[in-house]
C-alpha cells in the first residue's frame, strides 16, 4: 500500500513521527522531512542517525518538496503559513497527519493492539511489544519512546520496531482525539484522567475506544476507568489491577530500589513475577501488558517470563547515574498523575529528593496547573525541594500569562521548599549547588529531548 510512495515528514525528529518514518521507509517507501530543531542545530546525533538509514533532511523553508506526487506528513496544527506546508499547497501535494497515516498502517494489519490511556501508553506498548517479540511473534511496535530492550548500535533511536509476524502493537493519542481513527483487536485502557482535554471529551473518546475492539483490557483500579466500563456490554473484556475483582490481579507485592516482587493471580493460577523496572505503576503496566499478550494468543507463563527483562524506557525513570551517593534520574513525567507515579516510586526509599520540572507549555499549566502544584505538594516532603523553570517553548504565539510561578506559589505555599528560576542553566547551578549525599535528583518534562542532556551535564558537574 505504501510501497514507492514519497512521503515527507514535517518534525521528522519528533517523537511521534521519527518511528512512523522509519515503519513508512521498512514498507518501502521513499522518506524525507525537515525539522525545526535541525534548523536550530538541536540534537545532532538524532538526525545524524536517520540519515544514516538513508533519510534525507532539508531545512523547514520548503526546498524538500519539491513536487506534487509528494505526500505531506504535517500536524493539523501547523499553520498553512509554515514554509514546508506553503510549499505543499502551491505544488497540490496530499496531506495527511502523522495519526491519519498510522491508522491507515494500523488498520490493515491483520492483528492489532492500541494503548490508550492517559498514563503508562509508551510503557505497556514497549512490554507488549517486547512480550510478542521474545514469545516469536515478530510485531511491527510504534512507540513514542526509545525502547531499550531494542536499542542497538545500528539503533539508537529504538522507538519503532518493524517486523513480519502481522501483529501491529501502537499507542494512540487522546490528546488530539486521533485515538477516534484506530480499530483495534485489542484495546487496552490504562486509566482516565486530566491531561490535554477535558474529562468529559475524554470519556467519549476513550468509551468509544473501548467499545470498538474485540478485546478490551481495561484498569479495574482506575475509577474513571470502571466508571466509563461499567454500563458497556463489552465480550471478552480483561480486567487488570490490585483489586480482588481484576481478572489479573497482582498480590503480595514488594517493592525494590530498582523493580519489584508480587505474585499474579490469573486464570485460575498463581505465578511469581519479578520486574526490573520500579515501581507500583509498573507492576499495573505489566498487568495490562500480560493480559494484552494473552488476549493475542500468548501463554500466562510466557508473557511473565518476557516481561521480567523488559529494561525499560528512555526518559521513564531512567537512571542517568550516581555521584558522591546522588542519583540522578531522568524522567517523562508531566502530568500530574505521572508525576505522582514517580515521586511515589522515589518516596518508598529513604533520601531526599530534589525535583526539575520544566513544563511542556503554557497551555498545560492553564489546564492543569493546580493538581500538578497539588501532586508536589501531596508527594513531596518537608526536606524535598521542587525547582521549575520557564515552560519548553520553541516558537509561535502562545499566552503566556500563566507561567511556572504559578505552580511554585503554591507550593511554596502548601509549605513546601519550591523555586522558580526563569533559565534553566539557573536551574541546573541550583541544583548542584543543593545535592548532598543521598540525594535523588529527578529531571522531570516532555517535548524535549534536551532534557537528558541536562540531566547528564548535572551528572557530569555532580562528579567534579
Known amino acids: 500500500m505504501h510501497k514507492n510512495k514519497s512521503y515527507f515528514f514535517c518534525g521528522i525528529g519528533g517523537s511521534g513521527m521519527l518511528p512512523l518514518a522509519n515503519i513508512v521507509r521498512d514498507a518501502g517507501a521513499n522518506v524525507a522531512g525537515s525539522d525545526r530543531a535541525l534548523d536550530q542545530g538541536r540534537l545532532g546525533p538524532k538526525f545524524a542517525w536517520l540519515q544514516s538509514l538513508g533519510i534525507e533532511l532539508f531545512p523547514q523553508d520548503g526546498s524538500g518538496l519539491m513536487n506534487g506526487d509528494q505526500i505531506l506528513i504535517a500536524s493539523a496544527a501547523i499553520e498553512d503559513s509554515v514554509p514546508d506546508i506553503a510549499q505543499a499547497i502551491a505544488l497540490g501535494c496530499a496531506r495527511m497527519t502523522r495519526a491519519e497515516l498510522l491508522a491507515d498502517l494500523f488498520n490493515n494489519a491483520p492483528r492489532s493492539v492500541a494503548v490508550g490511556g492517559t498514563s503508562g501508553k509508551s510503557t505497556v506498548t514497549g512490554m507488549i511489544g517486547w512480550i510478542l517479540t521474545d514469545a516469536g511473534l515478530d510485531p511491527t511496535i510504534m512507540n513514542?519512546?526509545?525502547?531499550?530492550?531494542?536499542?542497538a548500535d545500528d539503533a539508537p533511536f529504538a522507538s519503532a520496531r518493524v517486523g513480519q509476524g502481522g501483529v501491529f502493537v501502537s499507542e494512540v493519542d487522546e490528546s488530539d482525539g486521533s485515538i477516534a481513527l484506530f480499530t483495534p483487536e485489542v484495546a487496552v485502557l490504562n486509566n482516565v484522567s486530566l491531561d490535554h482535554k477535558t474529562?468529559?471529551?475524554l470519556r467519549q473518546l476513550f468509551g468509544d475506544f473501548a467499545q470498538k475492539a474485540k478485546v478490551c483490557v481495561w484498569n479495574a483500579d482506575d475509577a474513571e476507568t470502571a466508571a466509563l466500563v461499567a454500563p458497556m456490554v463489552l465480550q471478552d473484556a480483561i480486567s487488570f489491577g490490585f483489586s480482588a475483582e481484576a481478572s489479573f490481579r497482582a498480590v503480595n507485592v514488594t517493592d525494590l530500589p530498582l523493580g519489584s516482587r508480587f505474585t499474579l493471580h490469573a486464570m485460575g493460577e498463581a505465578y511469581p513475577v519479578t520486574l526490573i523496572v520500579p515501581g507500583r505503576h509498573n507492576i499495573a503496566n505489566a498487568l495490562s501488558a500480560i493480559a494484552a499478550s494473552v488476549a493475542l494468543g500468548v501463554s500466562v507463563t510466557q508473557a511473565v517470563h518476557s516481561v521480567e527483562s523488559?529494561?525499560?524506557?528512555?526518559?521513564?525513570?531512567?537512571?542517568?547515574?550516581?555521584?558522591?551517593?546522588?542519583t540522578v534520574i531522568d524522567d517523562f513525567g508531566h502530568n500530574p498523575d505521572k508525576i505522582a507515579a514517580t515521586l511515589a516510586t522515589l518516596k518508598a526509599f529513604p533520601g531526599r529528593i530534589i525535583a526539575f520540572f520544566q513544563p511542556h507549555g503554557y497551555g498545560p499549566i492553564r489546564v492543569m496547573g493546580a493538581e500538578l502544584a497539588g501532586v508536589f505538594a501531596d508527594k513531596l516532603g518537608q526536606d524535598d525541594h521542587l525547582i521549575l523553570c520557564d515552560p519548553v517553548?520553541?516558537?509561535?504565539?502562545?499566552?503566556?500569562?500563566?507561567?511556572s510561578q504559578s505552580i511554585t506559589d503554591a507550593v511554596a505555599k502548601a509549605g513546601r521548599n519550591a523555586e522558580y528560576i526563569p533559565t534553566r542553566e539557573d536551574c541546573g547551578n541550583r541544583i548542584v549547588e543543593l545535592a548532598r549525599s543521598g540525594d535523588r535528583i529527578v529531571i522531570m518534562g516532555a517535548r524535549d529531548d534536551t532534557l537528558s542532556a541536562f540531566a547528564g551535564d548535572i551528572l557530569w558537574r555532580l562528579k567534579l
Do not use: H, P, W
Not at 144 to 151: D, E, I
Not at 310 to 326: E, K, P, S
Not at 393 to 403: C, E, H, L
Open 144 to 151: 513514542g519512546a526509545v525502547m531499550k530492550n531494542f536499542v
Open 199 to 201: 474529562l468529559q471529551e
Open 310 to 326: 523488559f529494561c525499560g524506557l528512555a526518559r521513564r525513570f531512567d537512571i542517568v547515574g550516581r555521584a558522591n551517593d546522588i
Open 393 to 403: 517553548y520553541f516558537g509561535g504565539t502562545v499566552d503566556k500569562s500563566i507561567g
